[in-house]
């Protein structure tokens, strides 16, 4: 989840849907998830090859960003009490893995140890089960360094090897920090400085005991001029502990107290034990016990000797029990080295997460001490277990509607592809909001019929799959084409394929756009082949111009249908036409004659309802090649001025680009699919009425 904010956060929203698709990473992360390391090197390992960057730089800018996302997740309180200076909190971090522990179960952190070299400079051992991420430490200390503790931090890598003094852990990391504050001055020159304050710090101790013999003697104003006078006016608080001669507890009282405690020597072997631990391990009663034949260190996963567990003191330990029976002990607690007795004193509790543990390790909580914290831990977090499974519930609910809400949203946009295909997108979202659609009158447009020539004959002589088939090829080329040219199709009869320009956006070079068209359709209609003499099929082009009358007919299925004679006089110049040939009527001729296209008479034909009318054929257009007709041509060149202004007013600022409400959006063609289940509707819609 971290990583897929710093990719958001740094490089855009964009960057993350890319580079998570690259990684074969599906949907969102959850809270308290598990996912395999190899989910998370695979995103690096992409982001690198992505962003043409060292992992090294990845990995440090993602430890950076980690810092701020602990803080940003609540954890920033946790953070700033974890220690009063950098090693401190260093030293702190494994107790914290351990507390988080608890709410995942399954988190396998790192570990860390500081050493303090004879000079006075700190090493950082990183001791890690995954192996090359090492280089997200210095991008978290250093993010630590700043905004903790007001200073800077530089480490360098001292070592990297395979782990010799430890068990479990495959990589083991020594980093030389050097740490400066905001003046620039590292922690060795501090040292030096503080060396040379050493000796006032030796002359004030030796002032505060003079003070203290002298104590019996002078009267409480004396020793108050003799520390001022000696001290030259300086006072420092300093605390002393004192310890009695003899420890005032009896034995037995002590094992009571600390049911769970374990005392042992450099051979490991038992010396002393808690009664509580003598309970449920009965074995530990024996003298001279060795304790590694009873308990395994887990945490942090050193080797059971004096020697390892001394180099990780201030780490917070865990022994397991051997399994007996049924029953596994889990103790975690401090060491503590007694130098005058060598011995090593266990001080620890019983690790449980709920009620549950409790029960499984054969444990009441009348087994712990009342002083013991483990009591309130047990049941503090039973209840945000109950409270992290309810928000795991609410999580996958949540993804569960996210899902589904994708789901819907790909069929919404199903239904409307499909409804904007059967009418215009400003009339279709008119009748979704329940609105009454008016007839309106164009006073110009081009209006373009097209047939397959001898398509009875086709039909007879062939199977009807083939003829499906051959039409969903026809006609998905045609819907393309539509696109290509911004022209709206009103409709498909069988072979007959209707098409009008200027209706219903009212365009100034919609009589070109339906001329290219219908160049377009001859072409295309060359590429599918006739099922019955496997040659290209021809089609049949008529074009007129003239006035209409559109509107929704219909309430069950409502058609945008025109109507006019201008619709009349379109069908006949097809059905009078030549077959491969484009056939315009007179109208249309004079709309197109100094427009570049390539215009020849055909001369008068008796047209049926119309009479002698003198026509023209439309060969091809001197301005444009073939390819871009077919919208085939590099870069989508523009062949219409309007379209020219159209991208102008992109251009602008957005106020300046909104358009009225009125004016309908640009019409969307139906994929083939879609299409094809239409033309296949249409067919056995003729068949019926033709029976």
Known sequence: ICF??????????????????????????????????????????????????????????????????????????????????????????????SYLALSYQEMNAPSFRVEKTEDGNMLLHYYSDRKGLYHIVPGIMEAV???????????????????????????????????????????????????RVGGLHVTLRRMRERCVSLAGRRSGWDLVRTVVLLGKGSRQCTFSPCYPDKLWMEEETFCDAFPFHIVFDEDLKVK??????????????????????YFTITHPQVTFTIESIRKFINSQFVLKSHRDKDTTLKLR?????????????????????SLQELQDGGLNLADLAHHDATRDLVLLNQQRLAEMELT?????????????????????????????????????????????????????????????????????????????????????????????????????????????????????????????????????AREVTNPVT?????????????????????????????????????????????????????????????????????????????????????FGNLRASEEIIMGRAAGGSCLYNDDLQSEKEKAVPHTEQLQPASKPSQHQTLCPAVTFTLQLFVLFFNTLVNI
């Open 145 to 195: 360094a700043r905004e903790l503790f007001n200073s800077k931090v530089t480490m360098v890598v001292l070592k990297q090897s395979e782990e010799d003094e430890r068990t479990g852990k495959k990589e083991h990391v020594v980093f030389l920090v050097l740490q400066s504050d905001q003046a620039g001055s590292t922690r060795q020159q501090d040292h030096a400085r503080h060396s």
């Open 4 to 97: 897929q904010s710093l990719v958001i956060e740094r490089f855009g929203q964009e960057t993350w849907d890319k580079l998570s698709s690259v990684a074969g990473v599906q949907g969102t992360f959850m809270t308290y998830g598990v996912y395999d390391d190899i989910l998370t090197l695979r995103l690096v390992q992409e982001a690198c090859s992505m962003l043409d960057v060292s992992s090294e730089v990845v990995l440090k800018l993602f430890g950076e960003h980690f810092f701020t996302f602990c803080k940003q997740a609540g954890y920033d309180t946790m953070l700033k009490t974890l220690g009063g200076n950098l090693t401190e909190f260093i030293e702190n971090l494994d107790a914290l893995h």
């Open 272 to 293: 002393q034990t808690g009664v509580k631990i003598q309970k449920f391990i009965p074995g530990l009663q024996t003298g001279d016990t060795r304790l590694d034949k």
């Open 534 to 618: 496997d040659k290209p099929i021809q089609i049949r082009v008529g074009i007129h111009t003239g006035p209409v009358l559109a509107g929704v007919v219909g309430q069950k299925m409502p058609r945008y249908c025109l109507f006019g004679d201008t619709v009349n006089t379109a069908s006949r110049m097809e059905s009078h036409g030549v077959p491969d040939h484009i056939q315009l009527s007179p109208t249309t001729y004079s709309v197109l004659m100094d427009t570049g296209f390539d215009l020849r008479e055909r001369g008068q034909i008796d047209v049926k309802g119309k009479g002698q009318m003198t026509t023209y054929f439309l």
């Open 392 to 524: 795991n519930q609410l999580e996958r609910k949540k993804e569960e509607l996210r899902i589904l809400s994708c789901h819907l949203e790909a069929e919404k946009k199903k239904t409307e592809a499909l409804l904007y295909a059967m009418l215009p997108r400003h009339v279709a979202n008119q009748l979704k909001e329940g609105k009454t659609v008016e007839a309106g009158e164009f006073e110009v447009c081009n209006i373009l019929f097209s047939d397959v020539v001898t398509f009875t004959n086709i039909c007879a002589a062939c199977e009807p799959i083939h003829i499906v088939h051959m039409l969903n090829s026809m006609y998905s080329k045609f819907d393309r084409l539509t696109n290509v040219h911004d022209v709206y199709k009103v409709e498909t009869i069988g072979d007959a394929y209707m098409v009008v320009g200027g209706v219903p956006v009212p365009r100034e070079s919609h009589a070109c756009r339906v001329a290219n068209f219908a160049l377009g359709m001859r072409t295309a």
């Open 333 to 353: 607690g401090q060491m503590l080295w007694m130098g005058s007795l060598r011995c090593m004193l266990f001080l620890c509790s019983p690790k449980l997460r």
